[in-house]
């Protein structure tokens, strides 16, 4: 069976500061990860994607994920965070089947 | 190539009635999932379809059905609706289904609104 649990539900960071958004899986197979934002009133966009093919995945607007085999963790960052980044994001792993099991999201608060 | 795309965006029905909706995958895409978005309950799988088959099915009553046509399109139909069925509801598709590295593509959803 596979899960995700995201840790802490809201997050606020300052702009131009450090985002880390945690995700943690559970997986009795090599997991496939995956982190999505949502913004208001709109459908999920993809980030980036695990396929085991490297350990750092980099994705769309700077972000970048680091798997962790060894702390079954699937940590989301980005360097300097912007005003535009506030959003609810999305960890999510899909084994075997097309089943896909969604963290409980969480919210990113921008500072100005 | 265009996207995925949900009709209606917007809904209000009452209590006890039925609703449909409807979703258009990305071309060659044959994997379409409904998923239930709340507050309270985050995202829930309903059920996904490939060929016109339901694949995977959630944890959802009766009440909710599917089902995917020859040309991919997908509907979902939802009766005797009560309060707690007022959601958003995401259709998101795949190309093969096949699991793993086939990435999912959300619609922007259906907001329903049951009075």
């Known amino acids: 069976a596979q899960s995700v649990t995201q840790l802490g539900s809201h997050v606020s960071v300052s702009e131009g500061a450090l985002v880390l958004l945690r995700c943690n899986y559970s997986?009795?197979?090599?997991?496939?990860l995956f982190w999505y934002v949502q913004y208001p009133n709109q459908g999920l966009q993809l980030l980036l994607k695990?396929?085991?093919?490297?350990?750092l995945v980099k994705g769309i607007n700077g972000f970048e994920a680091e798997f962790k085999k060894s702390e079954t963790s699937f940590h989301l960052t980005k360097p300097s965070a912007h005003m535009s980044d506030a959003a609810e994001y999305f960890c999510?792993?899909?084994?075997?089947?097309?089943?896909?099991?969604f963290g409980t999201g969480t919210s990113l608060t921008v500072i100005p | 190539k265009a996207g995925v795309t949900q009709t209606p965006r917007y809904l209000i029905k009452t209590r006890g009635q039925q609703v449909t909706l409807s979703c258009s995958p990305i071309?060659?895409?044959?994997?379409v999932s409904w998923y239930q978005q709340t507050p309270g309950q985050g995202l829930q799988f309903l059920f996904e379809?490939?060929?016109?088959?339901?694949?995977n099915k959630g944890n959802f009553p009766g009440r909710f059905s599917g089902r995917q046509f020859s040309n991919s399109r997908s509907e979902m139909n939802v009766s005797t609706l009560e309060l707690g069925d007022s959601a958003l509801y995401l259709c998101?598709?795949?190309?093969?289904?096949?699991?793993?590295?086939?990435?999912?593509?959300f619609g922007p959803g259906t907001r329903l609104t049951v009075l």
């Open positions: 998101a598709s795949s190309l093969a289904g096949t699991g793993g590295t086939d990435t999912q593509y």
């Open positions: 997986s009795s197979v090599p997991p496939y």
């Open positions: 695990y396929t085991s093919a490297a350990t």
């Open positions: 999510a792993v899909s084994g075997t089947g097309n089943q896909f099991y």
């Open positions: 071309s060659g895409h044959r994997s």
């Open positions: 379809y490939f060929s016109e088959t339901q694949r």
